[in-house]
């Protein structure tokens, strides 16, 4: 009989599944499943996960240390070498780097390949402190997002989903739920069968908004214009909770007369969505209670995603709709997690460091720059793990330009030999979450989990940690936390948390029982009796502030820019892969190479579903196989994001489309405010 084991899904997804996988006396993994005892996995995975034993057993998995043969413009060649000469080698490099240039000149780059906390964010970060390597600004994905909601509520929290089963109305703004979210679906299916409406928000009509009682198609980042109309619509009409207001917000008055302006004709002119559209839904939302939010980050991926996400997180506190079990706004429930990660991380090793000092920090969303401008000192040496920054970074031209250099030196650490590590002069073999110990916070829910390896790791393939471990020792790194296990470094992040969410958490305790809830109560309401993290506890408007402008690469922007490329360009979420991971099938590369343009936009340029067309703009091209349909309004075309490249005919994605430009706060990229032009491809060009 199979033994079952447990585990926890490490991808970058709000739902943090908790994983029960059978495996056999050989030790070979033959089932994995969604583990029914969780609150939120509910016994269900997503098709992306369901698959992911695939993966595991791929013949094409990294399974030992590998050296680049011959120069970065040739086609990738590699030779086997062994673990010493491999970390002998980095190290002589790092070495050489750090001498001649300084410490700085090294790049470590990361993100979220892995959600756990040891392979994500721990003996890597002691490593990067201690050497004194410029430090990287992680914002690829969600600061925009989490600067918003940290300017409206002061803390990143929200609604958890188990109570999304009580709301009367959802609204999912910007959130594809059955793609990036779907544990979250049963919930909303049980509130529909009570009678609540369901509505989405997104330029792109996708599976979840299908299946919407109403789909409102707004253009590309103008949220900001839709959610302070609805303010006009709600405290015009007297609907917003004066209790509510009185007691946990500062500044009504003066948001009062701000939007005073936005009346639902002019955002009408900017969102695409009638006035009269407008005005319903801001009388539905606040007239209904229980009223949620699911708000997500692709509202953030414009020029104005912090005012975007700020503004809409703005709107439970001025309706009240925080007062209600399944009432408010969920983006994000991670900061919730309050175990103290300096233990883990220790920043202090910088003054270890021959620097003494913090080092400079690089914006992971500006890498082609770095790589390519940066100077005193430049990039000469680049780490990267957890991460496939030829594939999914933006202004992905100047990013290969930069990998392409002949004097960086590139370590890639990886499962796959994806874009990324073709660029590599050394490549080595990383173990996946099921092969490995982590502990894992979520974004989506409230359960704290563990998980041990659940099966052996293949060939060479090691850790994050021990990986970085063992690269300390080659650097003669003397501090004795860099020969803490993995239990040791568990151990200090769970030392007697202080904070009452976690308060009396043990690793005994996770290892028993898999997962905790967070001691929140058997309902978190947050912000029913305000309590937010502003300076004064109360939910502050500061109206003065609120404001929009559209992006500069939008209908409304730069006119010059328009008329050269007429289309706003999305390039959402694929709904059966996970960023770039599971780039490497063959399902997956079809899926990312369609563009989907509107039946007026195709009629004018002479394409039909299944052309070969050209997509284009200043910064470079790729091609793409066309649908005609009305998923995207007039104007508006979208492609799913992370192809790899190599997959593609010319080997160009979307990314080479997308700017270097940033968000209004937290540093991010602007993916979703791109201007394009589309046109049907010779035949004999789509043929070659």
């Known amino acids: 009989m199979p033994e079952t084991r447990h585990s926890v899904c490490a991808l970058d997804c709000p739902d943090a599944c908790s994983l029960l996988i059978d495996v056999d006396e050989s030790g070979r993994g033959s089932k994995l499943r969604g583990n029914p005892e969780h609150p939120v996995t509910r016994g269900f995975l997503c098709g992306k996960v369901a698959r992911y034993l695939e993966r595991q057993y791929s013949p094409d998995r990294l399974l030992h240390p590998l050296r680049r043969v011959g120069g970065k413009s040739d086609c990738p060649r590699f030779a086997r070498i062994g673990w010493e000469e491999a970390l002998d080698e980095i190290a002589e490099r790092l070495h050489s780097a750090a001498a001649a240039f300084g410490p700085e000149s090294i790049l470590p780059y990361s993100y979220a390949g892995t959600m756990g906390l040891l392979n994500g964010s721990s003996m890597d970060r002691r490593f990067f402190h201690r050497l004194g390597a410029s430090r990287l600004d992680r914002t690829i994905c969600s600061s925009a997002g989490g600067a918003g909601l940290t300017d409206a509520l002061g803390v990143r929290y929200g609604v958890e989903p188990e109570q999304f ?6 609204i999912a703004w910007g959130a594809n739920i059955l793609a990036t979210n779907v544990h979250l679906w049963p919930f909303i299916l049980e509130a529909r069968r009570n009678g609540a409406r369901f509505y989405t928000i997104d330029p792109h009509r996708n599976r979840t908004g299908h299946l919407a009682d109403r789909h409102y198609s707004i253009h590309p980042g103008s ?179 930069g990998l392409r250099r002949s004097d960086l030196f590139t370590v890639v650490i990886e499962q796959f030999q994806t874009d990324t590590a073709d660029f590599a002069d050394i490549v080595l073999p990383a173990t996946t979450f099921l092969e490995h110990t982590d502990i894992y916070f979520a974004y989506g829910h409230y359960y704290l989990q563990l998980a041990r390896p659940a099966l052996a790791a293949p060939g060479e393939a090691l850790p994050n940690t021990e990986i970085f471990r063992r690269l300390a020792a080659r650097m003669r790194f003397a501090e004795p936390c860099f020969r803490d296990s993995d239990e040791d470094m568990l151990h200090q992040l769970l030392a007697d948390p202080a904070h009452p ?110 052309d070969a067309v050209r997509v284009f703009n200043g910064r470079g091209e790729c091609l793409l196989r066309a649908h005609v349909g009305d998923a995207v309004s007039p104007g508006v075309v979208s492609v799913p994001s992370g192809r790899w490249p190599k997959r593609a005919g010319d080997g160009n994605t979307v990314n080479v489309l997308t700017s270097r430009r940033l968000t209004d706060k937290g540093g991010g990229p602007v993916f979703y405010s791109c201007l394009v032009e589309v046109e049907l491809l010779e035949a004999e060009k789509a043929n070659a």
Not at 165 to 170: E, H, V, Y
Not at 258 to 264: D, L, N
């Open 165 to 170: 089963r009580n709301a009367k109305l959802i």
């Open 501 to 610: 969410f976690v308060a009396g958490v043990t690793l005994d305790q996770l290892d028993s029982q898999h997962f905790l809830r967070l001691n929140i109560g058997d309902v978190f309401r947050p912000f029913a009796e305000g309590g937010f993290g502003t300076p004064s506890g109360k939910c502050e408007f500061h109206a003065e502030t609120l404001d929009y402008v559209p992006p500069l690469e939008s209908r409304h922007g730069d006119s010059e820019l328009l008329a050269r490329f007429p289309l706003e360009l999305i390039s959402p979420k694929n709904s059966d892969s996970m960023n770039s991971t599971f780039g490497n099938r063959a399902d997956t590369d079809s899926q990312t190479s369609i563009l989907t343009l509107h039946p007026a936009d195709a009629a004018a340029r002479g394409i039909e579903t299944g």
């Open 223 to 401: 949220d900001t214009a839709l959610a302070l109309a609805m303010m006009h619509v709600i405290i015009g009409e007297g609907l917003e909770d004066r209790d509510y207001v009185a007691r946990h917000t500062l500044g009504f008055d003066d948001l009062k007369a701000r939007v005073r302006k936005w009346t639902p004709a002019r955002a009408a002119e900017l969102t695409g969505i009638p006035a009269g559209d407008i005005v319903q839904l801001a009388r539905e939302y606040a007239t209904t209670r229980p009223a949620a939010i699911r708000l997500n980050y692709g509202v953030q991926r414009s020029e104005r995603g912090a005012m975007a996400v700020r503004t809409i997180a703005l709107l439970p506190a001025l309706t009240g709709a925080w007062r209600d079990a399944g009432g408010g706004v969920q983006l994000s429930t991670w900061q919730a997690f309050h175990l103290d990660r300096t233990p883990l991380e220790r920043p202090d090793l910088q003054q270890a460091s021959p620097l003494r000092r913090e080092a400079r920090l690089v914006n992971m969303s500006q890498l082609g720059e770095a790589l390519t401008s940066l100077n005193d000192p430049p990039v000469k040496a680049m780490v990267v793990y957890n991460s496939n920054p030829a594939a999914i970074a933006p202004d992905q031209n100047a990013v290969r330009r």
